[in-house]
């Protein structure tokens, strides 16, 4: 079974922080993904890698920045942590060729206070 | 106006009931088209593909109108398993390439 696991399932962290999330999958995928979930806004991708090292914006990268310097780890990171960046973050993985075929981690359900 | 669209429910219906949900798209270049299925509290995961000739998995059934943009997905003899929230998926990438848009999701809860 493919495996994608998150750092966290719950963090609470003031305005102004670092905050570092950190996902892993165990499938050998090539593609990472982040995204948050809102009520009413659904899933919106936040970046997502197709390899080491590379990294593309997604629909709403502002705030955020990614890293993925090992193919199994993709790292999401608020550089100084709003309120309105509370949410749902989920973590995905899928193969190279079947990107539609996306596999999430848990999330991570964020506070900032 | 959002690229994709769903009538969030919540639908109620009872055990053995047929129910039926639509999803919008506004991007005419879109090209695969998919629907998820998310558990309360846990991950999305991805329930088929939709095909402009239609697709049958079982109980479900999800048909594609490109003409008109909509995407369908029909449930057919309800169980209360399939209580669930349901996301329709669109890509402008086609299936190997690019970034999938989400809608905000269908609720759907089934009752004994």
């Known amino acids: 079974d493919v495996k994608v696991t998150q750092s966290s399932r719950y963090l609470v962290k003031r305005t102004g922080e670092k905050v570092f999330l950190e996902c892993v999958q165990d499938?050998?995928?090539?593609?990472m993904f982040w995204y948050r979930q809102d009520p009413g806004l659904g899933l919106r991708l936040i970046y997502f890698?197709?390899?080491?090292?590379?990294?593309e914006k997604g629909d709403i990268p502002e705030g955020y920045s990614v890293s993925r310097e090992k193919k199994e780890r993709f790292s999401l990171i608020l550089e100084s942590a709003s309120t309105n960046q509370t949410s749902m973050y989920l973590c995905?993985?899928?193969?190279?060729?079947?990107?539609?075929?996306?596999?999430f981690g848990p999330g991570t359900r964020l506070t900032v206070t | 106006r959002k690229e994709v669209e769903q009538d969030p429910g919540p639908f109620n219906v009872p055990e053995g009931a047929t129910v039926a949900f639509n999803c919008t798209y506004s991007?005419?270049?879109?090209?695969?088209f998919f629907w998820y299925r998310q558990d309360c509290r846990k991950e999305p995961k991805l329930l088929m593909s939709?095909?402009?000739s239609g697709n049958e998995d079982g109980r479900f059934t999800a048909q594609l109108n490109r003409a008109s943009q909509y995407i369908s997905l029909l449930i057919r003899d309800s169980k209360l398993s399939d209580s669930a929230t349901y996301l329709c998926?669109?890509?402008?990438?086609?299936?190997?390439?690019?970034?999938?848009?989400f809608g905000q999701g269908t609720i759907l809860t089934v009752h004994p």
């Open positions: 890698s197709y390899d080491v090292k590379m990294k």
């Open positions: 939709v095909y402009s």
């Open positions: 991007n005419s270049a879109s090209q695969s």
């Open positions: 499938m050998d995928h090539e593609n």
């Open positions: 995905a993985s899928s193969f190279l060729g079947r990107v539609y075929e996306q596999y």
């Open positions: 998926v669109v890509t402008l990438g086609g299936t190997s390439y690019g970034k999938l848009t």
